[in-house]
């Protein structure tokens, strides 16, 4: 032991010392807690499963604009967007990496929570022979602006929104949604009946991607169901434990997240009315009425005329009620 050490402990007993250096210790492990789950850093974190809490399936695909269920960012893994739910136009993840990060070219950024497994994945692909890149990776509200109004300029609206999602209801603003491509290949949505899918890298993606955390969201066959055409390279982020989930339910991802928090949930049931309880009713005391004493020589009243009761118009047009 140094002389600093015997100059401690000369100064405190050995159960101050303990005291102390466990207090600095609990204080240094508070502000590690604290700068990790600090406003702007998502700290990593795989989502559990929620509970079941319907057994329908979603409404019909139909355009329209009503706000998600879930549109907190933290809420990333259950959240349901698509034809008729949106995000705000201020959604945007608090921490955005480069893809670069989990070893993919091509460029963009995602959620930095995802980039563990991303790069897992990505370096189990490598192995196989299955070469990946990104296409598409995180678009902002406004960026996806851009993207719809592109795609209505070079196929009109009625195609457009088949194969790409208005302002809001795109799936990449939540950070977590990456379309892919083959390293080295044009994006494979540019290639006339090409099904990426087939090819090397994504029939390895079609087979492992849910054991990486990712699934598929617009499969081949299910628009009804998804509202959008089929396209084999779009990946949404749901964590290991929910992906898993989704693929064992042979599930699409907007029917099992509608059942299992995104429904609104059966009607509460109404508390019935009690029955009024009928409270008998005394009778009346019968009082004998005086008998009037007749006056002499009384002058009778003629009784009034009674005023005439108007008779309505069965032709008029009565008044018109203001909606509410």
């Known amino acids: 032991m140094g002389p600093r050490h015997a100059l401690v402990d000369r100064r405190l007993p050995t159960g101050q010392v303990s005291r102390r250096a466990g207090f600095r210790a609990a204080l240094v492990l508070s502000l590690i807690t604290a700068l990790l789950v600090a406003p702007g850093i998502e700290a990593a974190s795989d989502p559990p499963v929620p509970p079941v809490s319907t057994t329908s399936s979603p409404p019909a695909c ?38 670069s990060r989990a070893g993919l070219a091509g460029g963009g950024y995602v959620r930095s929570t995802i980039v563990p497994d991303l790069k897992a994945m990505v370096s189990a692909a490598r192995a196989a022979g299955a070469r990946l890149a990104v296409a598409s990776a995180y678009r902002s509200y406004q960026s996806q602006v851009s993207t719809f109004a592109s795609w209505v300029a070079k196929f009109g609206y009625q195609t457009a929104i088949i194969g790409s999602a208005r302002p809001g209801h795109s799936e990449h603003q939540l950070g977590t949604t990456i379309d892919f491509k083959t390293a080295g290949a044009a994006d494979p949505w540019a290639i006339r009946g090409y099904d990426w899918a087939k090819s090397r890298a994504g029939a390895w993606m079609m087979r492992n991607a849910w054991k990486y955390g990712f699934v598929l969201s617009y499969p081949y066959g299910k628009k ?61 005391t019968s009082t004998a009425e005086p008998t009037p004493t007749p006056t002499a020589d009384a002058t009778a009243t003629p009784d009034p005329t009674p005023s005439p009761t108007p008779i309505l118009d069965p032709t008029a047009t009565p008044a018109a009620t203001p909606a509410p």
Do not use: M
């Open 62 to 99: 139909r355009i329209a604009d009503v706000t998600a269920k879930f549109t907190r960012t933290a809420d990333w893994s259950r959240t349901l967007i698509d034809w008729r739910w949106r995000l705000p136009k201020t959604y945007r993840p608090p921490v955005l990496a480069p893809v």
């Open 224 to 284: 009804a169901q998804v509202c959008y055409g089929y396209e084999p390279w779009h990946y949404r982020y749901f964590g290991r434990t929910v992906a898993r989930a989704i693929h064992l339910s042979g599930l699409t991802p907007r029917v099992w997240l509608w059942r299992h928090g995104n429904s609104p949930g059966p009607a509460p049931t109404p508390s019935p009315t009690p029955a009024p309880t009928a409270s008998p009713t005394p009778s009346p």
